[in-house]
Antibody, heavy 119, light 111 residues
Framework: QVQLVESGGGVVQPGRSLRLSCAASGFTFSSYAIHWVRQAPGKGLEWVAFTSYDGGDKWYADSVKGRFTVSRDNSKNTLYLQMNSLTVEDTALYYC????????????WGQGTLVTVSS | QSVLTQPPSVSGAPGQRVTISCTGS?????????VHWYQQLPGTAPKLLIYINNKRPSGVPDRFSGSKSGASASLAITGLQAEDEADYYCQSYDARLRGVVFGGGTKLTVL
């Protein structure tokens, strides 16, 4: 069955960097787009970034543009989110989720990895 | 605030019917982009509930249904059960923002 497992979260100081990973299994990873979606404590869902199946298209929310970079390694069935210049507003549970394209539904989600930005 | 507008909360008694609205604009739902709905049970990841406006993934009970008209959409839940108590989110694509947008979420309480 489809499985998405996020990792790499933790506590980091403001201004520092962190890289999240999303390991996929149970489907043909190289055929699907993947999104990062985050949820701040007690808040709603916020879309963060998208990469197409081959990594050729990458889109970002305005709140992270220029600071976050999404990438994928289809040979390792893994997605990454490089997060630089972190602020306290980036504190959230980060989910990866798969979809067919940027306009289609996010049909499978991981369990999330928690990022806490605090001094 | 969120690009897609949902009521913060709705409630209903077991067995009743409730609806959750999702209002967008001319750059998302009104531009004929599909709406999708997710259910998030307490302490768990979101789960796809309705896709392409009114389609149910395998395993989702037919008590859940979706509809869309113009820049608005709604999720209906009939025969309300205690296990339906969760947060519900609508989602679409916004051409002006060039990205995915979510509603602010609606907390369903089963009385």
């Amino acid at each position: 069955q489809v499985q998405l497992v996020e990792s790499g979260g933790g506590v980091v100081q403001p201004g520092r960097s962190l890289r999240l990973s999303c390991a996929a299994s149970g489907f043909t990873f190289s055929s699907y787009a993947i999104h990062w979606v985050r949820q701040a404590p007690g808040k709603g869902l916020e879309w963060v970034a998208f990469t197409s199946y081959d990594g050729g298209d990458k889109w970002y929310a305005d709140s992270v543009k220029g600071r976050f970079t999404v990438s994928r390694d289809n040979s390792k069935n893994t997605l990454y989110l490089q997060m630089n210049s972190l602020t306290v507003e980036d504190t959230a549970l980060y989910y990866c989720a798969k979809s067919a394209t940027v306009t289609t539904s996010l049909d499978s989600w991981g369990q999330g990895t928690l990022v806490t930005v605090s001094s | 605030q969120s690009v897609l507008t949902q009521p913060p909360s709705v409630s209903g008694a077991p067995g009743q019917r409730v609806t959750i609205s999702c209002t967008g604009s001319s750059s998302n739902l009104g531009a004929a982009y599909d709406v999708h709905w997710y259910q998030q049970l307490p302490g768990t990841a979101p789960k796809l509930l309705i896709y392409i406006n009114n389609k149910r993934p395998s395993g989702v009970p037919d008590r859940f249904s979706g509809s869309k008209s113009g820049a608005s959409a709604s999720l209906a839940i009939t025969g309300l059960q205690a296990e339906d108590e969760a947060d519900y989110y609508c989602q679409s694509y916004d051409a002006r923002l060039r990205g995915v947008v979510f509603g602010g979420g609606t907390k369903l309480t089963v009385l």
